[in-house]
Protein backbone atom coordinates (compact mmCIF):
# COMPACT_ATOMS: atom_id res chain seq x y z
CA UNK A 1 0.00 0.00 0.00
CA UNK A 2 1.25 3.42 -1.07
CA UNK A 3 0.67 7.14 0.50
CA UNK A 4 1.11 10.16 -1.55
CA UNK A 5 2.26 12.92 0.96
CA UNK A 6 1.00 17.12 0.01
CA UNK A 7 2.03 19.60 2.18
CA UNK A 8 2.31 23.31 1.86
CA UNK A 9 -0.22 25.48 1.38
CA UNK A 10 -3.61 25.15 -0.38
CA UNK A 11 -2.08 26.46 -3.45
CA UNK A 12 0.24 23.58 -3.76
CA UNK A 13 -2.54 21.04 -2.89
CA UNK A 14 -4.96 22.16 -5.76
CA UNK A 15 -1.89 22.12 -8.50
CA UNK A 16 -1.40 18.37 -7.42
CA UNK A 17 -4.47 17.54 -7.88
CA UNK A 18 -4.36 17.19 -11.97
CA UNK A 19 -1.41 15.06 -11.37
CA UNK A 20 -3.00 12.56 -8.68
CA UNK A 21 -6.20 12.29 -10.99
CA UNK A 22 -3.72 11.09 -13.71
CA UNK A 23 -2.11 8.37 -11.28
CA UNK A 24 -5.19 7.52 -10.70
CA UNK A 25 -6.59 6.64 -13.66
CA UNK A 26 -2.77 5.32 -14.88
CA UNK A 27 -3.14 2.71 -12.02
CA UNK A 28 -6.91 1.64 -11.42
CA UNK A 29 -5.78 -1.35 -9.29
CA UNK A 30 -3.30 -0.45 -6.62
CA UNK A 31 -4.68 0.36 -3.15
CA UNK A 32 -3.29 4.06 -2.34
CA UNK A 33 -4.09 6.84 0.17
CA UNK A 34 -3.68 10.69 -0.11
CA UNK A 35 -2.32 12.33 2.96
CA UNK A 36 -3.16 16.09 3.24
CA UNK A 37 -2.14 17.97 5.98
CA UNK A 38 -5.00 20.79 6.61
CA UNK A 39 -6.17 21.40 3.62
CA UNK A 40 -7.77 17.24 2.59
CA UNK A 41 -11.29 19.00 2.25
CA UNK A 42 -9.97 20.48 -1.09
CA UNK A 43 -10.53 17.01 -2.87
CA UNK A 44 -14.51 16.86 -1.62
CA UNK A 45 -16.71 15.36 -4.35
CA UNK A 46 -13.72 14.31 -6.80
CA UNK A 47 -14.79 10.42 -6.68
CA UNK A 48 -11.62 9.36 -8.02
CA UNK A 49 -9.82 11.03 -4.70
CA UNK A 50 -12.68 11.77 -2.07
CA UNK A 51 -12.61 8.32 0.03
CA UNK A 52 -8.59 7.68 -0.33
CA UNK A 53 -7.69 11.36 0.87
CA UNK A 54 -6.71 11.77 4.83
CA UNK A 55 -5.72 14.70 7.20
CA UNK A 56 -2.67 13.03 9.20
CA UNK A 57 -3.69 15.32 11.89
CA UNK A 58 -6.97 13.20 12.56
CA UNK A 59 -6.60 10.03 15.21
CA UNK A 60 -6.13 7.18 14.17
CA UNK A 61 -4.27 7.68 10.82
CA UNK A 62 -1.07 6.64 12.18
CA UNK A 63 -2.35 3.35 12.89
CA UNK A 64 -4.65 2.69 10.05
CA UNK A 65 -2.32 4.19 7.11
CA UNK A 66 1.47 4.66 7.65
CA UNK A 67 1.87 1.60 9.88
CA UNK A 68 0.08 -0.47 7.05
CA UNK A 69 1.96 1.91 3.96
CA UNK A 70 5.02 -0.19 1.93
CA UNK A 71 6.20 3.13 0.18
CA UNK A 72 5.45 7.11 1.26
CA UNK A 73 5.98 9.40 -1.72
CA UNK A 74 6.75 12.70 -0.49
CA UNK A 75 6.04 14.95 -2.78
CA UNK A 76 8.18 17.88 -2.58
CA UNK A 77 8.34 20.26 -6.16
CA UNK A 78 10.75 22.62 -4.43
CA UNK A 79 13.46 19.84 -4.62
CA UNK A 80 13.19 19.20 -7.94
CA UNK A 81 15.72 20.02 -10.47
CA UNK A 82 13.33 20.67 -13.65
CA UNK A 83 11.37 22.80 -11.16
CA UNK A 84 14.20 25.20 -9.89
CA UNK A 85 16.07 25.98 -12.80
CA UNK A 86 12.52 27.07 -14.02
CA UNK A 87 11.60 24.11 -16.64
CA UNK A 88 8.29 23.15 -15.37
CA UNK A 89 5.30 24.36 -13.49
CA UNK A 90 4.22 23.55 -9.89
CA UNK A 91 1.55 21.61 -11.40
CA UNK A 92 3.96 19.89 -13.92
CA UNK A 93 6.68 19.12 -10.66
CA UNK A 94 4.04 17.04 -9.05
CA UNK A 95 3.48 15.01 -12.42
CA UNK A 96 7.06 14.36 -12.51
CA UNK A 97 7.16 13.13 -8.89
CA UNK A 98 4.51 11.43 -8.42
CA UNK A 99 3.81 9.94 -11.77
CA UNK A 100 7.37 9.13 -12.96
CA UNK A 101 7.47 11.17 -16.31
CA UNK A 102 8.25 14.66 -17.87
CA UNK A 103 5.03 14.08 -20.63
CA UNK A 104 2.35 16.68 -18.93
CA UNK A 105 0.12 16.56 -22.60
CA UNK A 106 -2.34 14.69 -20.92
CA UNK A 107 -2.92 16.73 -17.63
CA UNK A 108 -6.33 18.00 -16.87
CA UNK A 109 -6.49 20.92 -14.41
CA UNK A 110 -9.97 21.92 -14.18
CA UNK A 111 -10.39 19.38 -11.35
CA UNK A 112 -12.27 20.97 -8.60
CA UNK A 113 -15.63 19.62 -7.60
CA UNK A 114 -18.08 22.30 -6.56
CA UNK A 115 -21.02 21.41 -4.52
CA UNK A 116 -25.03 23.12 -4.69
CA UNK A 117 -24.38 24.65 -1.67
CA UNK A 118 -20.49 26.37 -2.30
CA UNK A 119 -22.68 27.03 -6.14
CA UNK A 120 -25.48 29.16 -4.18
CA UNK A 121 -23.28 30.77 -2.01
CA UNK A 122 -21.18 31.71 -4.92
CA UNK A 123 -24.37 33.26 -6.19
CA UNK A 124 -25.55 35.30 -3.17
CA UNK A 125 -22.04 37.11 -3.05
CA UNK A 126 -22.21 37.99 -6.89
CA UNK A 127 -25.49 39.18 -6.43
CA UNK A 128 -24.60 41.42 -3.55
CA UNK A 129 -21.51 42.65 -5.45
CA UNK A 130 -24.25 43.49 -7.98
CA UNK A 131 -26.32 45.19 -6.11
CA UNK A 132 -23.79 47.38 -4.60
CA UNK A 133 -22.25 48.84 -8.03
CA UNK A 134 -24.81 47.80 -10.81
CA UNK A 135 -22.29 47.15 -13.36
CA UNK A 136 -22.13 43.95 -16.12
CA UNK A 137 -19.21 41.75 -15.14
CA UNK A 138 -17.85 41.01 -11.81
CA UNK A 139 -14.29 40.65 -11.19
CA UNK A 140 -12.43 38.64 -8.20
CA UNK A 141 -9.26 40.93 -7.28
CA UNK A 142 -6.83 38.45 -4.67
CA UNK A 143 -3.82 40.64 -4.11
CA UNK A 144 -2.43 39.16 -1.30
CA UNK A 145 -0.58 35.68 -0.97
CA UNK A 146 -0.47 34.19 2.21
CA UNK A 147 3.06 35.30 3.21
CA UNK A 148 1.16 39.25 3.25
CA UNK A 149 1.77 40.77 7.11
CA UNK A 150 0.84 44.68 7.86
CA UNK A 151 3.62 46.63 8.98
CA UNK A 152 3.19 50.38 10.40
CA UNK A 153 3.46 51.65 6.86
CA UNK A 154 0.78 49.41 5.10
CA UNK A 155 0.81 45.84 3.69
CA UNK A 156 4.28 44.04 3.01
CA UNK A 157 5.18 40.85 1.50
CA UNK A 158 9.21 39.75 2.44
CA UNK A 159 8.11 36.87 -0.67
CA UNK A 160 7.17 40.16 -2.88
CA UNK A 161 4.65 37.67 -4.45
CA UNK A 162 1.49 39.91 -3.37
CA UNK A 163 0.99 43.05 -4.92
CA UNK A 164 1.71 46.51 -2.75
CA UNK A 165 -0.96 47.91 -0.85
CA UNK A 166 -0.93 51.20 -3.61
CA UNK A 167 -0.90 49.10 -6.50
CA UNK A 168 -3.97 46.91 -5.19
CA UNK A 169 -6.33 50.07 -4.01
CA UNK A 170 -5.02 52.37 -7.49
CA UNK A 171 -6.04 48.88 -9.77
CA UNK A 172 -9.40 47.60 -7.89
CA UNK A 173 -10.32 51.87 -8.49
CA UNK A 174 -9.94 51.25 -12.22
CA UNK A 175 -11.64 47.88 -12.37
CA UNK A 176 -14.53 49.61 -10.26
CA UNK A 177 -15.19 52.12 -12.90
CA UNK A 178 -16.60 49.16 -14.95
CA UNK A 179 -17.12 46.30 -12.97
CA UNK A 180 -18.05 45.04 -9.80
CA UNK A 181 -15.05 44.09 -7.96
CA UNK A 182 -15.12 41.59 -5.06
CA UNK A 183 -12.12 41.32 -2.47
CA UNK A 184 -10.89 38.36 -1.67
CA UNK A 185 -8.47 38.23 1.36
CA UNK A 186 -7.72 38.30 4.92
CA UNK A 187 -9.96 41.19 5.91
CA UNK A 188 -7.26 42.73 8.79
CA UNK A 189 -5.22 43.30 5.80
CA UNK A 190 -7.34 45.82 3.95
CA UNK A 191 -6.97 49.78 4.93
CA UNK A 192 -9.67 51.39 7.73
CA UNK A 193 -10.75 53.39 4.30
CA UNK A 194 -10.11 53.72 0.84
CA UNK A 195 -12.24 50.64 0.16
CA UNK A 196 -15.92 52.00 -0.85
CA UNK A 197 -15.89 50.59 -4.25
CA UNK A 198 -14.88 47.13 -3.31
CA UNK A 199 -17.45 44.58 -2.15
CA UNK A 200 -15.96 42.89 1.17
CA UNK A 201 -18.16 40.25 1.55
CA UNK A 202 -19.42 39.71 5.50
CA UNK A 203 -18.06 37.26 7.24
CA UNK A 204 -15.27 36.29 5.14
CA UNK A 205 -15.49 32.90 3.37
CA UNK A 206 -14.56 29.58 3.97
CA UNK A 207 -12.07 28.79 0.80
CA UNK A 208 -14.69 26.33 -0.37
CA UNK A 209 -17.16 29.48 -0.34
CA UNK A 210 -14.59 31.26 -2.19
CA UNK A 211 -14.42 27.66 -4.90
CA UNK A 212 -18.12 28.81 -5.45
CA UNK A 213 -17.65 32.38 -6.07
CA UNK A 214 -14.67 32.45 -8.11
CA UNK A 215 -16.34 29.64 -10.37
CA UNK A 216 -18.93 31.82 -11.80
CA UNK A 217 -17.32 35.12 -12.05
CA UNK A 218 -16.67 36.66 -15.44
CA UNK A 219 -13.03 37.30 -14.40
CA UNK A 220 -9.82 37.58 -11.84
CA UNK A 221 -7.02 39.63 -10.66
CA UNK A 222 -4.40 37.92 -8.49
CA UNK A 223 -0.93 37.32 -7.81
CA UNK A 224 0.92 33.91 -7.04
CA UNK A 225 -2.00 33.42 -4.64
CA UNK A 226 -4.72 30.40 -4.02
CA UNK A 227 -7.29 32.58 -6.10
CA UNK A 228 -5.45 31.84 -9.59
CA UNK A 229 -5.14 28.07 -8.95
CA UNK A 230 -8.65 27.68 -8.15
CA UNK A 231 -9.38 29.80 -10.83
CA UNK A 232 -7.18 27.84 -13.53
CA UNK A 233 -9.21 24.63 -11.47
CA UNK A 234 -12.53 26.21 -12.33
CA UNK A 235 -11.92 27.53 -16.06
CA UNK A 236 -12.32 31.24 -15.12
CA UNK A 237 -10.36 33.50 -16.94
CA UNK A 238 -8.18 35.87 -15.04
CA UNK A 239 -5.02 38.27 -15.00
CA UNK A 240 -1.64 36.87 -12.55
CA UNK A 241 0.82 39.69 -11.52
CA UNK A 242 3.77 38.06 -10.47
CA UNK A 243 6.75 39.54 -8.84
CA UNK A 244 9.37 37.53 -6.79
CA UNK A 245 8.36 34.31 -8.33
CA UNK A 246 8.46 33.36 -11.52
CA UNK A 247 5.57 32.86 -13.90
CA UNK A 248 6.72 29.49 -15.75
CA UNK A 249 7.20 27.96 -12.37
CA UNK A 250 4.20 29.22 -10.07
CA UNK A 251 1.47 30.02 -12.66
CA UNK A 252 -0.06 29.19 -15.75
CA UNK A 253 0.87 31.53 -18.89
CA UNK A 254 -0.55 29.54 -21.36
CA UNK A 255 -3.79 30.02 -20.06
CA UNK A 256 -3.60 33.52 -17.68
CA UNK A 257 -2.78 36.72 -19.05
CA UNK A 258 0.39 36.46 -16.86
CA UNK A 259 2.45 39.63 -16.35
CA UNK A 260 6.17 40.27 -14.85
CA UNK A 261 8.18 43.27 -14.91
CA UNK A 262 11.02 41.30 -14.56
CA UNK A 263 12.34 37.72 -14.07
CA UNK A 264 13.46 37.24 -10.25
CA UNK A 265 16.22 35.74 -8.59
CA UNK A 266 14.51 31.74 -7.64
CA UNK A 267 13.84 31.82 -4.11
CA UNK A 268 14.53 28.29 -3.01
CA UNK A 269 12.71 28.90 0.42
CA UNK A 270 12.11 25.20 1.08
CA UNK A 271 15.92 24.28 0.24
CA UNK A 272 17.78 26.95 1.72
CA UNK A 273 16.36 29.96 3.47
CA UNK A 274 19.74 31.82 3.09
CA UNK A 275 19.71 31.65 -0.32
CA UNK A 276 16.30 32.50 -0.16
CA UNK A 277 16.86 35.58 1.62
CA UNK A 278 19.45 36.86 -1.09
CA UNK A 279 16.74 35.90 -3.46
CA UNK A 280 14.46 38.67 -1.86
CA UNK A 281 17.36 41.22 -1.63
CA UNK A 282 17.84 41.12 -4.96
CA UNK A 283 14.23 41.13 -6.16
CA UNK A 284 12.99 43.58 -4.10
CA UNK A 285 12.05 45.71 -7.12
CA UNK A 286 10.12 43.55 -8.92
CA UNK A 287 6.77 44.83 -7.89
CA UNK A 288 7.17 48.60 -8.22
CA UNK A 289 4.97 48.98 -10.58
CA UNK A 290 4.38 52.68 -12.00
CA UNK A 291 1.40 54.33 -12.61
CA UNK A 292 1.75 53.71 -16.29
CA UNK A 293 2.18 49.96 -16.02
CA UNK A 294 -0.51 50.08 -13.46
CA UNK A 295 -3.11 51.56 -16.22
CA UNK A 296 -1.36 49.35 -18.79
CA UNK A 297 -2.39 46.25 -16.75
CA UNK A 298 -5.96 47.62 -16.62
CA UNK A 299 -6.36 48.37 -20.45
CA UNK A 300 -5.29 44.66 -20.70
CA UNK A 301 -7.64 43.36 -18.66
CA UNK A 302 -10.60 45.67 -19.67
CA UNK A 303 -9.32 44.24 -23.47
CA UNK A 304 -9.69 40.60 -21.97
CA UNK A 305 -13.16 41.21 -20.18
CA UNK A 306 -14.84 43.06 -23.60
CA UNK A 307 -13.23 39.16 -25.40
CA UNK A 308 -15.79 37.50 -22.64
CA UNK A 309 -18.62 39.64 -23.78
CA UNK A 310 -17.92 39.16 -27.31
CA UNK A 311 -17.32 35.24 -26.85
CA UNK A 312 -21.15 35.24 -25.00
CA UNK A 313 -22.63 36.84 -27.83
Not at 18 to 25: A, D, E, F, T, V
Not at 114 to 135: C, D, F, L, M
Not at 274 to 285: C, G, P, V
Amino acid sequence: MKIVNIDGGIGRVITALPSLLKYYKNNPEEEWYLSISGWDYVPFGIPELHEISFNPETKGSWEKYYLNADTVVSAEPYRLPNFYKGKISLAEAYDEIINETDDHSDLEYETLSISNSETRKGQEVIYGAYEKSKKHQTVVINPYGSTAQICPLGVYDDSLRSLPESMFIELSKLLAEDYNVIYMGYQHLLPQDDIEHLYVPQPDLHIREWMGVISQVDYLVGCDSVGQHIARSTGTQGCVIMGGTDKVNMSYPDYFRTIQRKKPLYSPMRVSMTQSNFAERLNKDCMNYTEEEILDIYEKIKCDLNNIIDHEK
